[in-house]
């Protein structure tokens, strides 16, 4: 564990020294939970972006975008149900005077049992080798059945105190993590205050003067944006339902527990897209984008071990199946996006709270209702970190040396392709411009000339530029260059003229999307 927070730690690092992500106003100090990309950064979380709203919007008729404001008219946030209840239970540490999410503390110390019998079962397979039966051991084994008992105990109480009667049952919360035994991390006592409600949104005033004045929030989510575009949308866009509206924006959150870097910010971006259905229809469709939405995260290639599907304990009362797809962070499986089935909630309360109808006639059927709605929701920033977790390599070399690569996916990478003159001199440069002139216009390329080339390999590998090229002697008289692979660092002599039908395939959003049909 240690070892990984050490890993988490340098990624860090790296993404500062590399221009990835800097903390927001860096000069005075940062701002909590705020960052700033720089200028590899910002090309990583375009391309994060546009493979997904191209995965969205052109790989599917009848999906289209909006770009809606982030201010709002403030009876939205009434009628979402943000105004009254987008609360998190908060508990505080008397000793170290730190903060946490009661939820989460409890989620964790869940986690914990979940890790133990994960150990247990991990050292009895090393045990019995191929004879191991994993069904019968969880049934048998002593340590397991006690801690799967711990957890289910556990698992029962927190769901009843979650969905109690009239909203979370916060003193049930407290008493949970009491009986627990659950200690601060820091202090390492259990000295905590009683449990509170806080609510997440930032406020503001928009208007002059202080009487015409009116309070407006700054959205905690992009989704209200789309439902009260409903209408507008499938009227002048003619949609017939099934259909979808995507949306990437920025939302707030005023986070009281804002750790892990870009995983948890009070600033952040996400991408969602409601997906408008017949009611009846929703578990059918609830089970297809939870398919599609897995299929875009293991397209990237990290490995179907490090996702995982965890269904909520805590549905919202309208909603009626909700899962987190979690990905293995050095933090430990966390959520990426959230997948729900939202019934007519949204739609319904705009309709009361506007006075408006808000409805689809159904020529199928000649029938009016208000559509249900599978919601698909996904953290740009918590893309990006899991991305760069999974990608970072300190790679041991034969010769003794460490590198330091990120193996990013060259669709998704910031630079495609760099070009360096093996010195600066016989015409060298201006040959390497002139192959960077050719090909900037279908993908990103660098020019390095500064100091020798193993030193400029190893700037391009630490910012995952999927390939190098280097104009050499030869250049000058063949048109040939040799072509280094971020990867394998393997290199080989070809064509200038050949280099984008290489390249270019390899590095476009396009491959991703193609293994997506
Ligand atoms: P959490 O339980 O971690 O607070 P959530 O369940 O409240 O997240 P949703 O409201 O479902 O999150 O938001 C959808 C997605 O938006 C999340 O899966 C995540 O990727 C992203 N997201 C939510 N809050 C933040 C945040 N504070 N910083 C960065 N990304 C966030």
Known sequence: MAQQEDVFKKIV???????????????????????????????????????????????????????????????????????????????????????YRADVLIEDQMAKYEDKIQKEI?????????????????????????????????HHRYQEVMNAEGGIDLEGLKQIILDEGIVCPISGTRNWTDVRQFNLMFKTE???????????YLRPETAQGIFVNYLNVQKTGRMKLPFGIAQIGKAFRNEIVARQFIFRMREFEQMEMQFFIQPGTELDWFQKWKEYRMKWHQN???????????????????ANAATDIEFHMPFGFKEVEGIHSRTNFDLSQHAKYSGKKIEYFDPETNESYTPYVIETSIGVDRMFLSIMCHS???????????????????????????????????????KAQEIINDLRFHFNCKYEEKDQIGKRYRRMDAIGCPYCVTVDQQTLEDNTVTLRDRDTMEQKRVPISELRSIIEDKVSITSLLKKLL
């Open 13 to 99: 690092s790296h993404c500062k020294e590399y221009g990835f992500v800097f903390p927001s106003s860096d000069i005075y100090d940062g701002l909590g939970a705020v960052y700033d990309y720089g200028q590899n950064g910002v090309e990583l979380k375009n391309n994060i972006k546009q493979y997904w709203w191209q995965s969205m919007v052109l790989l599917h008729e009848n999906i289209v975008g909006i770009d809606a404001a982030i201010f709002m008219h403030p009876t939205t946030w009434k009628a979402s149900g943000h105004v009254d209840a987008f609360n998190d239970p908060l508990i505080d540490n008397r000793d170290s005077k730190k903060r």
């Open 300 to 318: 990237l290639g990290f490995g179907a071990e490090n996702y995982r599907f965890h269904d909520h304990d805590k549905l919202a009362h309208y």
């Open 392 to 430: 970072y390599e300190e790679q041991q070399l034969p010769d003794g040396q460490v590198r330091t690569v990120l193996h990013l996916p060259a669709a998704l990478a910031p630079v495609k392709l760099a070009v360096f003159p093996l010195t600066k001199k016989d015409g060298m440069p201006e």
């Open 122 to 154: 991990e050292k009895a397979q090393k045990r019995f080798g191929d004879n191991f039966d994993e069904a019968k051991f969880r049934a048998t084994n002593e340590r397991v059945l006690e801690n799967q008992k711990k957890y289910d105990d556990l």
């Open 206 to 216: 928009m208007g002059s003067t202080a009487d015409g004045a009116s309070t407006i």
